[in-house]
């Protein structure tokens, strides 16, 4: 599979999808939130969790109903930012978005420089046998 399928050929892909330092600090910072979601949840919530289960079911349910809303509300709200990401695109024709980080496509951007470069570099090389 050609490298540029995704994104169509080098001249349709856009040259502004690279990492920059704010956007290399947020996804280090998101993959910090996430680690220290993910503690907090094991720490504070799971033991709580375990133990509204051992509760009777009518003593249970305010715990339970309060899960329930806030797992509504978190549905709500990653629906939210998808809506706001998808209008985004609808609104540019544009995908990714501009100033988005795209790992597969920085990718092929760098291995096509590398292989222009060693092209521009073997063609300017001159052959032993020119006499030159």
Known sequence: MHLAAP???ME???RYIEPTRPSRLKLATCAVAGVLLTLAFDLWV???LK???SLPTCESLPYVR???VA???ATWFVGALLYKRAHNIWR???SPLPGTWSGRALAYVQAHERSSK???SMRCRPSASSGR
Do not use: D, H, I, M
């Open 7 to 9: 994104f169509g050929t």
């Open 12 to 14: 349709q892909l856009p």
């Open 46 to 48: 799971g033991p709580r």
């Open 51 to 53: 133990w509204v289960a």
């Open 66 to 68: 309060a899960e329930v």
């Open 71 to 73: 797992f509504v509300f």
């Open 92 to 94: 540019l024709q544009q």
């Open 118 to 120: 060693q092209a521009s």
